[in-house]
């Protein structure tokens, strides 16, 4: 068995979860989201306790039976917390700006970038350089922190792009002008 899909998930008051056949549906204040379970792992629920069980009928079920655990996990606490990224903006003249549910980066390009933000994800700009992705999809959420990090990655030489917040950026020394 799994040491990670051993641990029990505990559902919290508000958060409804219902278990039909492989799929696993979860409601809660931040929104709905589902998962279908693999073959050879079941899940029961219990006085508000999530168990995921693997049954030993597939090849590599334990690692299944772990992620199975830590999918499901990360739903409940999505449903009822959510998740964010922050993204940070560096260079002279590069911002960001929400319009509606779009995105609008100014990032050193000769046209800005508009990203249409996917259901279930939310913006929010402070002083048009930190941008915080939040939503109950921790997967999604780090996809579109990740899609707008591509579209100005940070450079080495000056750090202009768009980072993570805790991203640390490895700084390269330029050219040495006339050394002998």
Do not use: C, W
């Not at 830590?70 to 590069?94: D, M, P």
């Not at 990090?149 to 450079?155: D, G, L, V, Y």
């Amino acid at each position: 068995m799994s040491r990670v899909g051993k641990v029990p998930i505990k559902v919290p008051a508000g958060v409804k979860v219902e278990i039909k056949g492989g799929d696993v549906r979860v409601e809660g204040a931040k929104g709905k989201l589902s998962h279908k379970l693999p073959k050879g792992v079941g899940v029961k629920l219990e006085n508000a306790v999530l168990t995921v069980s693997a049954d030993g009928s597939v090849p590599n079920d334990n690692s299944l039976h772990g992620l199975t655990r830590t999918i499901l996990s990360n739903l409940v606490h999505g449903v009822s917390h959510g998740f964010s990224k922050e993204l940070e903006i560096i260079g002279v003249g590069y911002r960001a700006a929400m319009k509606g549910n779009i995105l609008n980066l100014n990032v050193g390009f000769s046209h800005p970038i508009d990203y249409k933000l996917p259901d279930g994800i939310q913006a929010k700009v402070d002083g048009s350089t930190k941008v915080t992705i939040s939503g109950a999809d921790k997967m999604l959420v780090g996809l579109v922190a990740a899609k707008i990090r591509s579209f100005k990655e940070p450079e080495p030489y000056q750090g202009k792009g768009i980072k993570y917040a805790n991203e640390v950026i490895i700084r390269k020394q330029g050219k040495a002008a006339g050394a002998k």
